[in-house]
């Protein structure tokens, strides 16, 4: 079972604080900006923009600036950036691999950002492919326990004919690991077996990861932080392995 993917299970369950939370709902926005430029602003023909769209609704990010984003993407409405996707990767305390993802408009700004915080924090920036080859997108989709359990999550997928890659339990319910091009398929078949989908998001998943003690995992977990502090920062994802003491400590702290 991923670290990472338990962390980020752990930390999207925290009650968010205001600062927090419109982070969330600008890197909605953005995405939503993204996918209406992407593939055009009907949500009926666009299948990205129909489920960012959903993901933004689900986090209660209000309606009209949903519509304004889409409008903007699609060019219905004037004002949209022009949003480039970037990822840098380099290297944090004890040697955890970092791939960190940027969504900006204005690229000299994000890497300045990004490195000024990497250096700051304990970590270091790495050439492009120095830690890229370690990790793998795909796509994970999680579900709360309720009732379901790994074998109703299995036979959902099967009669879709998909193919999944690992079924895991988290401690309040399982994530299904799939190939990034299959995640709203899987999506939608838990959806019509009657199972109700917590979340989904592409993720990257590492081949070797790095198991941390909780001091070290403290200092990891504050350069997460002051990165994704970062307008242009979109998503960091790591290496690190956090096993559930190193979890529950963390979340004692907070």
């Avoid at 592409?202 to 990891?220: G, Q, W, Y």
Wanted: proline share 2%.
């Amino acid at each position: 079972m991923s670290g990472h993917s338990k962390w980020a299970t752990t930390k999207h369950k925290k009650a968010a604080n205001d600062a927090k939370r419109g982070k969330e709902f600008a890197k909605l926005i953005k995405n939503i900006e993204v996918a209406a430029r992407t593939g055009g602003g009907d949500p009926a023909a666009n299948p990205t923009l129909d489920d960012m769209i959903k993901k933004a609704k689900k986090a209660s990010v209000p309606n009209d600036n949903i519509e304004r984003a889409r409008k903007r993407g699609s060019g219905e409405e004037a004002g949209g950036a022009d949003w480039q996707t970037i990822m840098y990767e380099g290297y944090g305390p004890n040697g955890v691999a970092m791939l960190i993802e940027c969504l900006t408009d204005n690229r000299n700004r994000a890497a300045t950002e990004v490195r000024t915080r990497m250096t700051k924090f304990g970590g270091n920036m790495a050439d492009s492919g120095a830690v890229s080859y370690l990790f793998t997108r795909k796509g994970v989709v999680t579900v709360t326990a309720d009732g379901v359990t790994e074998d109703d999550l299995l036979m959902a997928v099967l009669e879709a004919e998909i193919d999944v890659d690992e079924v895991n339990q988290l401690r309040e319910g399982f994530e299904i690991v799939s190939a990034a091009g299959d995640m709203l398929a899987v999506t939608k078949a838990l959806e019509e077996a009657g199972i109700e989908v917590e979340d989904h998001d592409s993720d990257f998943r590492a081949s070797v990861e790095v198991p941390l003690e909780l001091a070290d995992a403290k200092r990891i977990m504050k350069l997460i932080d002051a990165l994704e502090e970062s307008d242009d920062v979109q998503n960091v994802f790591t290496n690190m392995d956090l096993s559930d003491e190193v979890l529950q400590a963390l979340e004692e702290e907070d």
